[in-house]
């Protein structure tokens, strides 16, 4: 008998921590605290460097563009992610999961090439002072930044056509707190041995590229520090600004990568889920793990 794809009429089940209702309640105000200050704070960054016209240089707009990542990122995740969490109303149309994923991935993705953009604009301002002007102009700046957003649009529209044009059929509970590619693949009712090797390989190719101009940004950087004791300032103020985030960030999207390569149906996806959402309370409170 074939098969029949009822696709488009989908309604999802996010489960959520649902063997674990009492957990669920207590989650619930702890994490719309992190999301308030997530946003508050976020805003207040993208605010003050819009109005002061002193900060209107690649570093703060770099950060500016980082903190609307930041915001739209968590903003796509947690409202959902705390309804689940508090009422019974656990369901999200096929529409509604795939726009969901769409944005996780596009800032995700974007994310990820604003902080190695972010780590050059670093090396050229601390290793090449004197042609800093020219090395980061306004123009290369604008490049960096829509070559950024551009190629997140991009590899984002690709693999979520991709996902959602696999037909979906009968089970649809997700094991998840929201709609992310792992937990949403499993569902589908086909062949995903291909897109899991291009996902795994994308995934790869994001974390991978960014990360290496991060390190090699910063080791030059450390080097000069060591050689000039004057740059030794600069290097503690880029430690401690924006070395710390991209570590956190690009340890996240390693446990996304090997989410997509085992398609684990265990509940710690949603240990890693809860992390993915708010990618900013690690840099808030930045604890030596033990």
């Known amino acids: 008998m074939r098969r029949q ?3 488009s009429t989908v309604d999802f089940i996010l489960l959520g921590f649902s063997n674990y209702p009492e957990l669920q309640r207590q989650m619930f105000g702890p994490f719309l605290v992190i999301y308030l200050v997530t ?4 805003a207040i960054i993208i605010t003050i460097i819009f109005l002061d ?7 703060y707009l770099f950060l500016q563009n980082l903190s609307l990542v930041d915001l739209c990122f968590s903003t796509v995740i947690t409202p959902k992610m705390l309804m689940v969490l508090t009422t019974e109303n656990t369901t999200i149309s096929f529409g509604g999961c795939f726009a969901q994923m769409y944005f996780i991935l596009l800032f995700g993705v974007t994310e990820c090439f604003l ?16 042609s800093y002007p020219v090395i980061m102009n306004k123009r290369v700046f604008v ?21 959602f044009s696999f037909p979906y059929c009968g089970h649809r509970e997700i094991n998840h707190l929201f709609c992310e590619t792992p937990p949403v693949l499993e569902l589908a009712c086909a062949d995903t041995f291909v897109f899991e090797i291009y996902a795994f390989t994308g995934t790869i190719f994001i974390v991978v ?3 290496l101009l991060i390190l090699l940004s910063y080791t030059r ?17 880029c430690l401690s600004s924006h070395l710390c985030h991209p570590l956190l960030w690009h340890r996240q999207y390693n446990l996304s990568a090997a989410q997509i390569q085992v398609l684990t149906r265990h509940q710690e996806n949603d240990v890693i889920g809860i992390h993915t959402a708010h990618p900013s309370a690690e840099s808030t409170y930045l604890q030596p793990e033990k």
């Open 209 to 211: 590229v960014p990360f």
């Open 39 to 42: 946003v508050l704070g976020n």
């Open 5 to 7: 794809n009822h696709s």
């Open 221 to 237: 950087i450390l080097f000069d520090a060591i050689h000039y004791r004057e740059a030794e300032g600069l290097f503690h103020m």
């Open 53 to 59: 016209q002193s900060l209107h240089i690649p570093m």
């Open 115 to 130: 902080l190695g953009a972010m780590a050059y604009d670093r090396f050229a301002a601390i290793c090449h002072p004197l």
């Open 143 to 163: 490049k960096l930044v829509m070559f950024s957003w551009f190629s997140g649009t991009m590899m984002t529209t690709l693999q979520s056509i991709w996902v």
